[in-house]
């Protein structure tokens, strides 16, 4: 995800403001908390993705260790 940011400026056209938070070594609790609080200002045309690694995996109840 680090390179995305230059991939969308690149490839998107318009008046469009792309920010990128990169937080290594975390997991998608930490990301989503704080996308929660860099989004509140944002409106219902904004557009949020949020991408999370693999930190998480043996938490996750979609993959549950055996």
């Given amino acids: 995800m680090r390179w995305c940011v230059t ?3 690149l ?3 318009g008046n469009l403001e792309i920010t990128s938070f990169v937080k ?3 997991g998608l ?3 989503t ?3 929660n609080k860099e989004t509140e200002k944002l409106i219902r045309e904004d557009v949020v993705v ?3 690694g693999s930190n998480d995996l043996g938490k996750s109840v979609l993959f549950p260790r055996y």
């Fill in 11 to 13: 490839n998107l056209e």
């Fill in 50 to 52: 949020v991408w999370g």
């Fill in 29 to 31: 609790e930490v990301k």
């Fill in 24 to 26: 290594p070594s975390t």
């Fill in 33 to 35: 908390n704080m996308a």
């Fill in 7 to 9: 991939e969308l400026t």
